[in-house]
C-alpha cells in the first residue's frame, strides 16, 4: 500500500504553510522576555485523561448521590486548576539571551548558549530548551533556574553546509508541576552562525612560496610544507620561527633563516588547488590555512574576485577562514 507524499497531502501541507506563515510573524531578537502573549498552554495526553477521569467521576457522583464522589472529583479537579496555574507561572516572567555563537567548521555542532534570567523570589523548575522540529526525545536541555538568579543552557544544531547561517528558532517549555498541562513558547533568534569549510583529512604538503616582486631567490619548500633556509638557534629568537619538527629527530634546536624567507611569499591559491571539485578546494585551503598557521608561517589567500594579504596569526587565520565560508 503506497503513501501519500507530503506535497500531495493537503492537510499536511496547509498545516506546514501555516506553521511557516506564524513563525514569520515573530519578531528576530536575541533576548526575550516571556508574557501572556507569547506563552501557549495546552493539555498533555495525562491532562486530557485526568479530565476524562473526571467527567466520569462527576457523571457517577451525580447518578449514585455520591457526597464522597463530589468532593473527590472537585478535590481533584481544583489540584488540576492550581497546577495550570503554577506551570504557566513557570515560564511567565522568565527572560532569555543568546549570546554570539562562536564560527564552527562543517560537520561538527553549532552550540548555541542560552542565559535564562529568573527576577522573582521563588525558583523555576524543569524547564526545557531546544532546537524547534530537531526531532527525537533527547535534544531537550533541562535545567532549574535560582530565584533572583540564572543559569546557561546549551543546546546544539547541526548546519548543514558552510556560509553564514540564521539560528534556527528555539523552543522553551515546561510540564511543572504536575505533567497534566505543557507550557512553551518559540523564539526566533536574530544572530548567525558562520560555519567553516571542512578541512580535508589529509591534505598534501603546503605549495611552493612565490619569489617575492623583485627576489632573486628560488621559491623551494620541504615535503613537511616549511621553506628551506635555517640556521642555530638563537637566544631571542621567537619561537615561531624555531622548526620543532627537526629539533625533535635531532636534538638540536633550528630557526628558519628569515633572510631568506623574506624573498619568498607562501600564497594559497584557489586557482592553483589541482582539485575539479569547487567544495573539495575550499576543504583543501582551509587545511591548508590550518597547517600554516600551526607551522606560524606567513601566508596569504587567492580567491576568485577577493585576495587577502600575506600575514599570520590568529586574527589572520580567521579571516582567511571566513573569506572560504562566504567564497
Avoid at 547541526?158 to 511543572?176: D, I, K, N
Amino acid at each position: 500500500m503506497s503513501t501519500v507524499p507530503l506535497a500531495l497531502n493537503p492537510a499536511a501541507l496547509a498545516r506546514q504553510k501555516f506553521r511557516q506563515w506564524w513563525q514569520a510573524r515573530l519578531p528576530l531578537t536575541d533576548t526575550l522576555t516571556l508574557t501572556q502573549r507569547n506563552v501557549y498552554i495546552l493539555p498533555t495526553r495525562p491532562g486530557f485523561m485526568l479530565g476524562a477521569t473526571l467527567l466520569v467521576l462527576l457523571i457517577g457522583s451525580i447518578n449514585y448521590q455520591l457526597n464522597l464522589g463530589y468532593l473527590l472529583t472537585f478535590l481533584l479537579a481544583g489540584s488540576a486548576l492550581a497546577g495550570m496555574h503554577v506551570c504557566h507561572a513557570t515560564l511567565r516572567g522568565l527572560s532569555l539571551a543568546l549570546m554570539q555563537p562562536p564560527p564552527q567548521f562543517a560537520g561538527s555542532s553549532a552550540t548555541l548558549a542560552v542565559t535564562l534570567a529568573n527576577a522573582r523570589r521563588t525558583i523555576r523548575h524543569g524547564i526545557g530548551l531546544a532546537v524547534l522540529d530537531a526531532g527525537g526525545g533527547d535534544h531537550w536541555t533541562w535545567t532549574d533556574v535560582p530565584a533572583q538568579g540564572s543559569c546557561t543552557v546549551h543546546v546544539a544544531f547541526m548546519p548543514e553546509r558552510r556560509g553564514l547561517h540564521p539560528v534556527p528558532p528555539l523552543t522553551a517549555e515546561t510540564r511543572f508541576p504536575l505533567g497534566t498541562f505543557r507550557v512553551w513558547t518559540v523564539w526566533r533568534p536574530a544572530a548567525q552562525v558562520l560555519v567553516y569549510p571542512r578541512p580535508e583529512s589529509h591534505p598534501p604538503p603546503l605549495p611552493a612560496g612565490e619569489p617575492r616582486a623583485g627576489g632573486a631567490a628560488r621559491a623551494s619548500a620541504q615535503n613537511s610544507g616549511e621553506f628551506e633556509g635555517v640556521r642555530a638557534y638563537r637566544r631571542g629568537d621567537p619561537l615561531k620561527l624555531v622548526v620543532w619538527k627537526k629539533a625533535a629527530k635531532t636534538d638540536e634546536l633550528v630557526s628558519r633563516d628569515t633572510l631568506q624567507s623574506q624573498r619568498h611569499e607562501l600564497w594559497l591559491d584557489f586557482a592553483q588547488v589541482g582539485l575539479a571539485d569547487r567544495e573539495a578546494r575550499l576543504e583543501r585551503l582551509a587545511a591548508w590555512v590550518l597547517q600554516a598557521d600551526k607551522l606560524g608561517q606567513d601566508y596569504g589567500l587567492r580567491l576568485p574576485g577577493q585576495q587577502v594579504a600575506p600575514a599570520s596569526g590568529e586574527a589572520h587565520k580567521r579571516r582567511c577562514l571566513e573569506a572560504l565560508a562566504l567564497c
